[in-house]
Structures are given as C-alpha cells and as structure tokens.
C-alpha cells in the first residue's frame, strides 16, 4: 500500500466521522429541563458496568426486553386489580413491546406498553437508584473477602439499565404513567455526571407505557441493523409472553403514471403542449419512470409458545416434539423427556429431552465443546445457553430451566450463589437418571408382552427401543458410573450386556442377579474383544460346568466400570 493509498483511507474515514457527527441529533435539552447531578462514584460504578461485569454487549437488549417483560406485567396485574385507576378513558392498549430503528440518525428504540414511570419515578428509578446504591456497590467489589461474593451482591441494587451505555453515548427514556398526567423524558449522556428530566415536548405520545432510546456510539452501529436485531431479539426473548414486535423496513422501485406530479410537485404539461420532433419513440418505447417506496412491517420475534410453563396433563406428545426441533435445532425427534415442578429451597420448571442420534459433532472425550444444549431462562427471558447445568457425562440431554425467583448477579450471567448452581444441577441429573430409567422399564415391558404374544411358534417381534438408544449412549452412561459416585448404584441400573445365558439378548444386571444360583456369593464376567471369542474362550469352561451364568464385557471401558462398581446388590464382581 502507498502513502497516497493510506491517505485516501484516512480521508475516507474522516468523512464517514463527520457524516456521523452531521447526522446524529445533537444532545440539547429544553431550557424548562431539571438538571439532577450524579455523585462523583457513579462514574466508578458505570465504569465497572460497561468495562468489567459485561463480556458480551449484546446483553443490553436482553436487559432492556426483561425491563420491559415486567412493565407489562406489572401493569396487566393492575389492570385486573385496579382497573379504575388505570385504564386509559377505557380504552384497551394492547400490551406489547416494540422495537425499531432510524439508521440515518443511528438511534435504537424499545418501547412498551407497561405501567410507565411518573416525574418521581424517573428521578428515583433511573437517578436516586444509581446515587444511593454505588457506596454500597463499590463496597461489596472492594470489602469482600470473597470476590465472587462481592459481585453477587450487586443484583439487588438494580443497574442493569446503565448496560444501555454499553452502546450508547447518550440514552433517553420517555414514559408515560396512567398515575402522572403528564408524560416525562429523562436524559443522559455516557460519562457526565448528571442526568436531565423534563416535560415531554411531544406531548403524552406513548398514551401509557415507556420508550428508551439509545444514540449509538460509533463503533456499536453494527446494532443499527434489522437483521442483526432481528437475531437477537429472537434469541432473547424467543418465548417471553408479551408480543415483542420488530420494525422492518423495505424500499423499493414503483414504476409511476405519466400523469403523477413529478418531484418539485409541478403538473405534467397537457399533451397538447408537447411538442414533436424527429426520432421521438413511442410512448411504448420509452424508459419508465419510477420512485422509491418505503413500506413498513412489524414482524413479530416472538411466536413460539413456553409450553413447560403448562400443565403438562395439557401437552400433546406432537406438541413437545415440535417445541424439541424449535428450540433445539434438530430434525429428528426425541426418544423420551420428562416435563416437570421442582420445588424446594429453589423453584423451577423444566423439560429435559433425550435425543434420538448423537449430537453432530459430540464426541464423549470432548464433550465441553458441547454448548447450548442447555438454556436457563428466568420468566421466560433468555439468560444463558452455557451454564454448566449437567455433568459431562449428561452432555447430550437438551433441555430448559425456567425459575421466576432464581436470584442473578446483576450482568445475568453467573448465580448469585454457586451453590443455587448446584441444587439445580443435582436435580437435574435425578430427573434425566430416572427418565433413563423409565426409558427402559417401559422397553422391557413391551418386550415381555410380545414374548407373550406369539403367532403360532413365531414370536411377535418388536424393536427395544431402550436397547436402540443405549446403542448410542453406553458409553456415557458408563464413563457416569466411573464419575459420578453418588448416582453409582442408579446407573448400574442401566447398564445392558450379552451373557453366556441370555440367547444373543442385551440384559441388565437386574436381570442376570435374578437367575444367581442360591450359594453364588459373586458376579462372573469376562472380558474380550467381541461376544464370540468369549463364547469359546477357554475360561469359561470351568463355569459353564458349574452352570454359572458369565457376563460378556466387550468395551475395553467394562473393565474400569467393574472396578468402580466393586459390587451390585451384595454381590462382589
């Protein structure tokens, strides 16, 4: 590249930087606007916000989507409680959230139709939250002895607001309360130390509800684009209850009428007062005269139903398969899942699906690749798709926690308390070791009512379903066993082999201590490379003299199990 080269560049950027500036609303408040000051260690605690607690700016939509999920539900609450107080003049306002952008002025905008804030709640929420919570905030970052505790601790002073100033050199919040006749605008540039409340100079717009607007900064215009939003407004709130809308906008050509007012609104001269000349085409001929058109449409991010927050009585199987494909992204459909309530020091709801094939790309010794399988939500919203919810043994299963009163640190993106992490995992893995289970009772069942289901000497021959998906999953289940001591005895359980008795057939080691002779005070099993190298191995003779059932283990995994399992029922392998 030449000098002349990088110049041009320079020059080049420098323009688009003052095009920006050209084109991004300049701040000016209202000479009637009131000017509140920020103390001095609100700069630290925006500082620590938009520089430390948040890995990801994405996040800034997910927050104001949450803000504004519980705006609407706050004010529905309301409306059943108290209509008289808060119904418009009866009017019905939808309750929705709406976002969209003006890309020339580079601003981006959520609004909703929830309770809406007055004068003093714009000052208190949005200015005396910030003032009086920093000491305390600041306090627990710098007096923890444990610095997680210390980040823990900042959920209940409510900052999450200020993630708008990730991508944003100034954010203005209109709201409008069914309680304050007057509809408010409070304003604030990132990094000044005060904020501007004042009249609203459109007057009550918003009718109830709020509207944020952020200006964005100029390396956050990525966010300045629908499709980009469109990703993640679906994303985030893809099962939130409220309809949460965002505004697409198209421009196209249209061919226009010769007789249409052209651009500086002047009349066509009449046809009489054309004049002809040579080589003049046929009005056929000619090129057609078009204009731009824009159309707008708000296209809706949120269709999908949160079916686990049902009863589950009410849930059709077609309707958790195609719930499993949305919001798993695979094709096929799930071999089994559990819907359920867990209640206790923790409440949550979940489902927790089995897949029918390994994950594409799952591998079980590189199984913390595995991401997304599991996705935590707090009312709906989505929080994260990373949490270690399940051991690695477990990282197959997908499915979702849902908990309205799980406490979060203030970014969402770590628990408040480690051990609120483990409560939830624990529960988990019970539920998906006893889904596993039934799984295969319910296969063993079939199997014994189409043993006893015979056409002539035939026997009605029916596919275990178990035994196809264990097939897939043994070895996790195994590698469980070895890891997982606590639930050690509840996944031997599901442990299947061949034996020197079962006719070819998978069996468990239920199965094969039932048939135990009564002095045998031990499990036989020997271990080769595959079932008909055992069969005629030479150290099975000596048992099969005795009549002695051997247990065939082919994976060179078995031989580890064993010794982790040490014994099975009383009875020493």
Same mark, same amino acid.
């Given at each position: 590249?030449?000098?002349?080269?990088?110049?041009?560049?320079?020059?080049?950027?420098?323009?688009?930087?003052?095009?920006?500036?050209?084109?991004?609303?300049?701040?000016?408040?209202?000479?009637?606007?009131?000017?509140?000051?920020?103390?001095?260690?609100?700069?630290?605690?925006?500082?620590?916000?938009? *520089?430390?607690?948040?890995? *990801?700016?994405?996040v800034?939509?997910?927050?104001?989507?949450?803000?504004?999920?519980?705006?609407?539900?706050?004010?529905?609450?309301?409306?059943?409680?108290?209509?008289?107080?808060?119904?418009?003049?009866?009017?019905?306002?939808?309750?929705?959230?709406?976002?969209?952008?003006?890309?020339?002025?580079?601003?981006?905008?959520?609004?909703?139709?929830?309770?809406?804030?007055t004068?003093?709640?714009m000052?208190k929420?949005?200015?005396?939250?910030?003032?009086?919570?920093?000491?305390?905030?600041?306090?627990?970052?710098? #007096?923890?002895?444990?610095?997680?505790?210390?980040?823990?601790?900042?959920?209940?002073?409510?900052?999450?607001f200020?993630?708008?100033?990730?991508?944003?050199?100034?954010?203005?919040?209109?709201?409008?309360?069914?309680?304050?006749?007057?509809?408010?605008?409070?304003?604030?540039e990132?990094?000044?130390?005060?904020?501007?409340?004042?009249? #609203?100079p459109?007057?009550?717009?918003?009718k109830?509800?709020?509207?944020?607007t952020?200006?964005?900064?100029? #390396?956050?215009?990525?966010?300045?684009?629908?499709?980009?939003?469109?990703?993640?407004?679906?994303?985030y709130?893809?099962?939130?209850?409220?309809?949460?809308?965002?505004?697409?906008?198209?421009?196209?050509?249209?061919?226009?009428?010769?007789d249409?007012?052209?651009?500086?609104g002047?009349?066509?001269?009449?046809?009489?007062?054309?004049e002809?000349?040579?080589?003049?085409?046929?009005?056929?001929?000619?090129?057609?005269?078009?204009?731009?058109?824009?159309?707008?449409?708000?296209?809706?991010?949120?269709?999908?139903?949160?079916?686990?927050?049902?009863?589950?009585?009410?849930?059709?199987?077609?309707?958790?398969?195609?719930?499993y494909?949305?919001?798993?992204?695979?094709?096929?459909?799930?071999?089994?899942?559990?819907?359920?309530?867990?209640?206790?020091?923790?409440?949550?709801?979940?489902?927790?699906?089995?897949?029918?094939?390994?994950?594409?790309?799952?591998?079980?010794?590189?199984?913390?690749?595995?991401?997304? *399988?599991?996705?935590?939500?707090?009312?709906?919203?989505?929080?994260?798709?990373?949490?270690?919810?399940?051991?690695?043994?477990?990282?197959?299963?997908?499915?979702?926690?849902?908990?309205?009163?799980?406490?979060?640190?203030?970014n969402?993106e770590?628990?408040?308390?480690?051990?609120?992490?483990?409560?939830?995992?624990?529960?988990?893995?019970?539920?998906?070791?006893?889904?596993?289970?039934?799984?295969?009772?319910?296969?063993?069942?079939?199997?014994?009512?189409?043993?006893e289901?015979?056409?002539?000497?035939?026997?009605?021959?029916?596919? *275990?379903?178990?035994?196809?998906?264990?097939?897939?999953f043994?070895?996790?289940?195994?590698?469980?066993?070895?890891?997982?001591?606590?639930?050690?005895?509840?996944?031997?359980?599901?442990?299947?082999?061949?034996?020197?008795?079962?006719?070819?057939?998978?069996?468990?080691?239920?199965?094969?201590?039932?048939?135990?002779?009564?002095?045998?005070?031990?499990?036989?099993?020997?271990?080769?490379?595959?079932?008909?190298?055992?069969?005629?191995?030479?150290?099975?003779?000596?048992?099969?003299?005795?009549?002695?059932?051997?247990?065939?283990?082919?994976?060179?995994?078995?031989?580890?199990?064993?010794?982790?399992?040490?014994?099975?029922?009383?009875k020493?392998?």
């Amino acid at each position: 590249m030449g000098a002349d080269d990088s110049e041009d560049i320079d020059d080049a950027s420098d323009a688009a930087a003052e095009k920006s500036a050209a084109t991004k609303e300049a701040y000016n408040p209202p000479a009637n606007a009131e000017k509140f000051a920020f103390e001095a260690e609100v700069h630290k605690m925006l500082d620590i916000v938009v *520089n430390s607690l948040y890995q *990801n700016k994405d996040v800034f939509l997910r927050e104001l989507i949450s803000n504004a999920s519980d705006a609407l539900d706050k004010i529905r609450y309301l409306l059943l409680t108290e209509s008289d107080k808060y119904k418009e003049g009866g009017e019905e306002i939808p309750l929705e959230v709406q976002i969209f952008l003006d890309e020339e002025a580079e601003t981006l905008t959520i609004r909703d139709t929830g309770i809406g804030m007055t004068y003093d709640d714009m000052v208190k929420n949005l200015g005396t939250v910030a003032r009086s919570g920093t000491g305390k905030f600041l306090e627990a970052l710098k #007096d923890s002895n444990n610095p997680d505790e210390g980040i823990s601790q900042i959920g209940q002073f409510g900052v999450g607001f200020y993630s708008t100033f990730l991508v944003a050199d100034r954010v203005t919040v209109a709201s409008k309360n069914p309680q304050d006749p007057v509809q408010h605008v409070w304003e604030a540039e990132n990094g000044a130390g005060d904020f501007v409340v004042y009249p #609203d100079p459109r007057g009550n717009t918003l009718k109830r509800g709020t509207e944020i607007t952020l200006h964005l900064k100029d #390396d956050s215009v990525e966010y300045a684009d629908e499709d980009r939003l469109a990703t993640l407004a679906k994303h985030y709130s893809e099962f939130v209850t409220h309809k949460i809308s965002l505004r697409k906008t198209e421009t196209m050509d249209v061919e226009i009428e010769e007789d249409e007012e052209d651009i500086d609104g002047e009349e066509k001269k009449d046809e009489d007062d054309l004049e002809v000349t040579e080589g003049d085409e046929d009005d056929d001929e000619k090129t057609p005269k078009t204009k731009k058109v824009t159309t707008e449409t708000w296209e809706i991010m949120n269709s999908e139903q949160a079916i686990w927050t049902r009863d589950k009585d009410e849930v059709e199987d077609h309707e958790y398969q195609s719930f499993y494909k949305s919001f798993s992204g695979e094709y096929g459909n799930a071999t089994s899942w559990t819907h359920f309530k867990a209640e206790g020091s923790i409440n949550f709801d979940s489902i927790l699906y089995l897949p029918e094939e390994v994950p594409s790309g799952y591998q079980l010794g590189n199984i913390d690749k595995v991401d997304g *399988n599991m996705k935590l939500y707090v009312r709906k919203v989505l929080i994260s798709d990373e949490f270690d919810l399940m051991p690695k043994y477990l990282g197959f299963v997908k499915g979702v926690v849902d908990s309205d009163d799980l406490p979060l640190n203030v970014n969402r993106e770590t628990l408040q308390e480690s051990k609120i992490l483990k409560i939830i995992k624990k529960k988990l893995v019970r539920k998906t070791i006893d889904l596993i289970r039934s799984l295969a009772k319910e296969a063993d069942k079939e199997d014994a009512e189409a043993e006893e289901d015979k056409d002539g000497d035939e026997k009605a021959k029916k596919t *275990n379903k178990y035994l196809t998906w264990y097939s897939k999953f043994s070895n996790n289940l195994k590698y469980g066993l070895i890891d997982d001591m606590a639930n050690r005895p509840k996944l031997a359980k599901l442990l299947r082999y061949e034996t020197s008795k079962s006719d070819g057939k998978m069996v468990s080691l239920e199965d094969y201590m039932s048939r135990l002779k009564d002095w045998q005070d031990q499990i036989y099993v020997l271990g080769g490379t595959d079932v008909e190298t055992l069969r005629n191995s030479p150290f099975l003779e000596p048992l099969k003299e005795k009549d002695l059932e051997v247990i065939f283990m082919t994976d060179p995994v078995d031989e580890y199990v064993m010794q982790h399992l040490g014994e099975f029922e009383g009875k020493k392998n």
